[in-house]
């Protein structure tokens, strides 16, 4: 079974930063991978995702102060933020696709994480 387990969630000052991990297990695909949010009330929304190739895409509102990164040998998937605000208080989730091309539809990711909640005060 594919399992995505994310951790490094936490509370934090803004202006702050957090580095959230996801070790991905039992996946055979080499499809897309992605962060996505959801804040109380919100809808679910993609924040980063990353291709097989390596090829990177961005929230346009995020741009520059998240990195979207992966570490192959240890199967893990990280979103590195900076400058955090308020308003990026939500529930992060990671996800993964069985095909190559990224989408920002969290319809279009197969496998889930149960996610990590960061607060920014």
């Known amino acids: 079974d594919v399992q995505l387990v994310e951790s490094g969630g936490g509370s934090v000052q803004a202006g702050g930063s957090l580095r959230l991990s996801c070790v991905v297990s039992?996946?055979?695909?080499?499809?897309?991978k992605g962060w996505f949010r959801q804040a109380p009330g919100k809808e679910r929304g993609g924040v980063a995702a990353?291709?097989?190739?390596?090829?990177?895409s961005y929230a346009d509102s995020l741009k520059g102060r998240f990195t979207i990164s992966r570490d192959n040998a240890k199967n893990t998937l990280y979103l590195q933020m900076n400058s955090l605000q308020p308003e990026d208080t939500a529930m992060y989730y990671c996800?993964?696709?069985?095909?190559?091309?990224?989408?920002?539809?969290?319809?279009?990711?197969?496998?889930w994480g149960q996610g990590t909640q960061v607060t920014v005060s």
């Open positions: 039992g996946y055979t695909y080499r499809g897309c």
């Open positions: 990353l291709d097989r190739d390596g090829t990177t």
């Open positions: 996800a993964a696709r069985r095909v190559l091309a990224c989408s920002w539809s969290p319809a279009d990711f197969d496998y």
